[in-house]
């Protein structure tokens, strides 16, 4: 069984917003001990945690998916579990490239020339089994992370549990109020649908956390990432880590803020997603699967296109127009 690496490492080794280094994310031996207590809440205890301090919808409905009783009662009704507050969504919200210009400037492009020369061996291993350019996977990197600068400090299970919940009835009714008095014409059943969309995205993210957390004793309240729950280098959701995870350095662990691994991750990412190399609709296809984002797909293609040699090689991305929106 492969394992996350833990938290520590990382922190110490550079100041980043998401650390998974070598403080180790399983249990520690006071949470192991408590682990044994939190087992022996019986049905009656698990009704009466307040409420799980506003999670009640999303424990029920996880309860009803298969977790156990321990296991909701040991997160959401523990005091270091944020309590449940509103979340606002939009109903077509849209990202405007001038976020992701920043990444193309000469400063970043230097960093990511100087990752690619630091970490060459292992872009050529990535290259040659997934068959995805090099230049594609480090643009993903910089503008995920900048290569593990900034991978986020907010409590992931806390944030995928928040867009789990988001369709929470009274959430809805909230949203809808309050996106009504911006515009009189939205209805109600656009707010739902919109709800129970984010909700059909991430509740399948909470029970991977879940997954991991069971089979390798994490600890929880010591998983961080980004305020949408992804975390390490290639910004992964627990799904994704579970479904394209390589072990690049083969050291019997998938950490994705191992450089090794985060970059085998992501060209494996791509290329279970239909990177074809040659084919720059296939490469628009595959980047809008990791971030469904035009303004992100044409930023990362420039990047890799900014990474290419003056003179072709052949293997260059080309520059593609951005796929339209979905």
């Known amino acids: 069984m492969y394992r996350i690496i833990g938290i520590s490492r990382a922190l110490s080794s550079a100041v980043i917003?998401?650390?998974l280094g070598g403080c180790s994310l399983w249990q520690s031996d006071a949470s192991s001990e408590n682990s044994g207590n939190r087992a022996n809440f019986d049905a009656a205890r698990f009704e009466e945690t307040a409420a799980f301090r506003g999670w009640d919808y999303l424990v029920n409905r996880l309860k009803t998916r298969g977790l156990s009783e321990a296991e909701l009662v040991s997160i959401y009704g523990?005091?270091?579990m944020p309590k449940?507050?509103?979340i606002s969504f939009s109903l077509n919200p849209k990202e405007s490239s001038a976020i992701y210009q920043q990444f193309l400037s000469p400063k970043n492009i230097a960093s990511a020339r100087a990752f690619l020369t630091t970490h060459a061996h292992a872009f050529t291993i990535a290259e040659n089994t997934f068959k995805v350019n090099r230049r594609a996977i480090a643009?993903?990197?910089?503008?995920?992370?900048?290569f593990g600068k900034d991978t986020g400090r907010e409590l992931v299970v806390w944030k995928l549990s928040r867009l789990a919940g988001i369709s929470d009835p009274e959430n809805v009714r909230w949203n809808f109020e309050r996106l009504r008095r911006d515009d009189p014409a939205v209805k109600f059943e656009d707010v739902q649908i919109r709800a129970q969309y984010l909700d059909a995205i991430f509740l399948p993210e909470v029970e991977a956390l879940f997954q991991i957390a069971k089979a390798q004793n994490l600890d929880l309240f010591r998983f961080t990432g980004?305020?949408?729950?992804a975390f390490g280098m290639p910004?992964?959701?627990p799904t994704s880590y579970l479904k394209f995870g390589v072990d690049g350095n083969r050291d019997g662990v998938i950490s994705l803020f191992r450089e090794e691994d985060a970059i085998h991750s992501v060209a494996n990412f791509l290329s279970k997603s239909g990177w074809d190399n040659s084919n720059p609709e296939s490469q628009k296809n595959a980047l809008w699967k990791y971030n469904r984002s035009s303004a992100y797909v044409g930023a990362v293609l420039k990047i890799a296109e900014l990474l290419a040699p003056r003179k072709s090689t052949g293997h260059s991305v080309k520059t593609v127009s951005q796929p339209k929106t979905r």
Do not use: I, K
Request: glycine residues 4%; neutral net charge; proline residues 0%.
């Open 235 to 237: 910004q992964f959701l």
């Open 17 to 19: 917003f998401f650390a």
């Open 226 to 229: 980004s305020s949408a729950g």
């Open 84 to 86: 449940f507050e509103h």
């Open 78 to 80: 523990n005091a270091r």
């Open 139 to 146: 643009a993903v990197l910089l503008v995920e992370t900048r």
